[in-house]
């Protein structure tokens, strides 16, 4: 079964820092890797997606990177702002249909 | 309007009641989801279906039951709530199979059983 671990667990930090969030799987045998946010209330907002042929994919300020051989991705948020503060969850689709999440990273941005 | 909608978004019930959450779907997304989130556990599977006459149990499919009644709604239904049903419960949808689609999901229902 995949097992999905995000580190931290939690993180501050203030406006304007660059900040890695971790995430590691255990079956490598993957579709792709995908990067969500959520936010109280608003359900899950997709961020980026990572096909396992695909070594990393950026949009904006994020940048996520997915090592498959040895089961790690970091998500990269540049220039961090208040409205990044969400938690951020990593998930794995292993066979075309589910999704295997971690349990998350609760991010705060301060002013 | 939202693409996934579900109701109600927040419920109370008693132990051994039923209740029916409903998800609708203006995507024309075939596939849609059921998963439900714990505090310290993450999201988890409860069913899925591919289309209208597929459906299939996911991870923690015991003491759920599905309907797909059309292409855009797909309900969950707890037949006797237990007190550990007690849930964010979220629907899903994606398109299809293939290893660029994402899963678009509902703004979740918030379940207490008491």
């Known amino acids: 079964k995949q097992e999905v671990t995000q580190i931290p667990a939690a993180l501050s930090v203030p406006e304007g820092e660059n900040l890695v969030l971790n995430c590691s799987f255990t079956d490598s045998a993957i579709y792709n890797l995908q990067w969500f946010r959520q936010d109280p209330g608003k359900g899950l907002t997709s961020l980026l997606l990572?096909?396992?042929?695909?070594r990393e994919q950026t949009s904006g300020r994020l940048n996520a990177s997915l090592d498959k051989s040895s089961g790690r991705s970091t998500l990269y948020i540049a220039a961090s702002q208040p409205g990044d503060s969400a938690t951020y969850l990593c998930a794995v689709e292993n066979s075309g249909y589910a999704l295997n999440f971690g349990k998350g990273t609760s991010l705060l941005v301060t002013p | 309007d939202a693409d996934v909608t579900q109701t109600p978004r927040n419920r109370i019930t008693k132990t051994g009641k039923r209740i029916m959450l409903e998800c609708s779907q203006t995507k024309g997304h075939d596939r849609m989801y059921w998963y439900r989130q714990d505090p310290g556990l993450g999201l988890r599977l409860i069913y899925y279906?591919?289309?209208?006459?597929?459906?299939n149990k996911g991870e923690i499919s015991d003491g759920y039951s599905v309907s797909r009644q059309a292409q855009a709604k797909f309900s969950l239904s707890l037949e006797s709530a237990i007190p550990n049903q007690t849930a964010l419960y979220f629907c899903?949808?994606?398109?299809?199979?293939?290893?660029?689609?994402?899963?678009?999901f509902g703004p979740g229902t918030r379940l207490l059983v008491l």
């Open positions: 899903a949808t994606s398109e299809s199979g293939q290893a660029q689609e994402t899963q678009y």
């Open positions: 279906s591919f289309d209208v006459k597929d459906i």
């Open positions: 990572i096909q396992s042929s695909q």
